[in-house]
Structures are given as structure tokens and as C-alpha cells.
Nanobody, 123 residues
Framework: QVQLVESGGGSVEAGGSLRLSCAAS????????MAWFRQAPGGKERERVT?????????LSADSVWGRFTISQEGTENTVNLQMNNLKAEDTAMYYC???????????????WGHGTQVTVSS
């Protein structure tokens, strides 16, 4: 059974940085893609923040985080990191690691989800 284990997150002041990590276990088959989604409080929809295609290393980020967040793969493992710089209050959300053998373009293609890790940015 595939499991995604997240680490990192926490509270930081606006302008600060945080780093999230996610490791997929329970499979020897490489993931096609991994991604980070987030869901802000107040019943907002879960949105894709950034994704990486593990074969090519290509990444795709939302406009709201472009230039501030960087997703990277750790070695050749099913492990990714998310470096978040210049954090803003509107980045406050529960962040979920996601993985798929098919597509990470949006939530409909995701096959595996982590439990989430909270990021809180105070202004």
C-alpha cells in the first residue's frame, strides 16, 4: 500500500521561509509525477500549488507561487521537497503531498494523498 509521508511545515512570519518534504513508500514503481496541493481555511477548494514530473524533472507552478516556491526531486527516489520563500499570509493553508502514475495536473488525476501538514504565515 502506497503511503505519502510529509514533514516540515509550521508557523512563520511573512517574508520567511519553510521547507516541506514528502516521501512515497510502499511501492518500487517510480511515480510519474508528484505535487503539492493546498487547502485554505474557510471551505476553500483544494488547489494545486506545484508539480514535478519525475522522469523529466519538468515542473509546473501556480501563478500565485511562481518565483517563490520551488519543488525538487531528491535523487532518484519518490521523494520531493518544496522550498517556500517570501511567504505571505495568503499562503496559510493545509499543504498536501500528492502522487500519481497518470497525471498531477489537477486533483482528479491524483491517486495518492498525504495526510497534510499545516503552514501558517502571520502578517
Amino acid at each position: 500500500q502506497v503511503q505519502l509521508v510529509e514533514s516540515g511545515g509550521g508557523s512563520v512570519e511573512a517574508g520567511g521561509s519553510l521547507r516541506l518534504s514528502c516521501a512515497a513508500s510502499g511501492t518500487s514503481r517510480p511515480m510519474y509525477c508528484m505535487a503539492w496541493f493546498r487547502q485554505a481555511p474557510g471551505g476553500k477548494e483544494r488547489e494545486r500549488v506545484t508539480s514535478i514530473y519525475l522522469g523529466s524533472g519538468a515542473t509546473l507552478s501556480a501563478d500565485s507561487v511562481w518565483g517563490r516556491f520551488t519543488i525538487s526531486q531528491e535523487g532518484t527516489e519518490n521523494t520531493v521537497n518544496l522550498q517556500m520563500n517570501n511567504l505571505k499570509a495568503e499562503d496559510t493553508a493545509m499543504y498536501y503531498c500528492a502522487a500519481s502514475h497518470q497525471s498531477c495536473e489537477d486533483a482528479t488525476g491524483i491517486q495518492y494523498w498525504g495526510h497534510g501538514t499545516q503552514v501558517t504565515v502571520s502578517s
